[in-house]
């Protein structure tokens, strides 16, 4: 017969067991990248996901959880907190960037990448980035492949971790870089 202490921690066991299931995100089985694998992905006209977000400049750096929305004429990128605290919506559409913080007081600019890098404080690519983020060079810029992905405008462009997603192979672990900014990007949800 067991002791109450054994009982104890017997059935803690089994609890912590079921529910670590539940409280830490399950990751993807490795697969490595292959620009041959990501071709049909031009022709791709509608995706989402949802992800987690680190960029590091010189002098700042930040972290947000990321809804990014891809439609043929509009990038909706929604960058929050935890909890969705300090939310702000990024909306690209021919050639015009609005800047949404909730505050009631929208920005808009016909510069979108110098808009952005302004109000960031740093340099994002976010028009390239539309076609890192599914593993896909830029196509109106040359780019060299190398063994986890390619550089291309002066960038290096890492697919750490591939998942399947819809019969497809789409980026888990992506890191962009150049001398001045690093950026991590863990895509935890993928729609396609």
Known sequence: MLNSKTKVLIWGCCFFALSGCSLFPVEPPAIAYSKTATLPLYKLQQWSFEGRLSITGHNDSWTANTDWQHSVDKE??????????????????????????????????????????????MFVPIESLRYWVIGLPEPTQKFTETPTGFQQAGWMIEYKQMQDVAKTTMPYKINVSNEHVKLKLIIDQWLL
């Open 76 to 121: 909706r990128v929604k960058l929050s907190g935890p909890l969705g605290q300090g939310a702000t919506v990024i909306e690209l559409t021919k050639g015009k960037v609005t800047i949404d913080r909730g505050d009631g007081k929208v920005q808009t600019s016909d510069q979108p990448e110098a808009f952005i890098n302004q109000q960031l404080g």
